[in-house]
């Protein structure tokens, strides 16, 4: 089971980015996906997460109207859109997928991918 991120780099201020992660091992198709970050000195926090339907999702608040997460079925993979980026967004992106949105939003993580860094200079 792996899941593979993608699309990370440096941006300036008011920039845009497009994360991609791309599940494989297994059928991910009922499971849901979202992604993570975490800055230095700070905890790991949610960003964003889809049902495994791509019908539901959820965002954090520092995040809403910015980022727009999305998924194909078909290709098992999930992107994160992330538009007007600023600083306080530089981090280390993760993919993660449990089984249900909600799992993903409490935190209870079945897998999780390798971190792609997000820089975003003022």
């Known amino acids: 089971v792996q899941l593979q991120a993608s699309g990370g780099g440096l941006v300036q201020a008011g920039g845009s980015l497009r994360l991609s992660c791309t599940a494989s091992?297994?059928?991910?198709?009922?499971?849901?996906m979202g992604w993570f970050r975490q800055a230095p000195g700070k905890e790991r926090e949610f960003v964003a997460a889809?049902?495994?339907?791509?019908?539901?999702?959820s965002y954090a608040d520092s995040v809403k109207g910015r980022f727009t997460i999305s998924r194909d079925i078909a290709k098992n993979t999930v992107s994160l859109q992330m538009n007007s980026l600023n600083p306080e967004d530089t981090a280390v992106y993760y993919c993660?997928?449990?089984?249900?949105?909600?799992?993903?939003?409490?935190?209870?993580?079945?897998?999780w991918g390798q971190g792609t860094q997000v820089t975003v200079s003022s």
């Open positions: 993660a997928s449990s089984p249900g949105i909600s799992a993903l939003i409490r935190g209870t993580i079945d897998y």
């Open positions: 091992g297994r059928a991910f198709s009922t499971y849901g």
């Open positions: 889809v049902s495994w339907t791509g019908s539901r999702t």
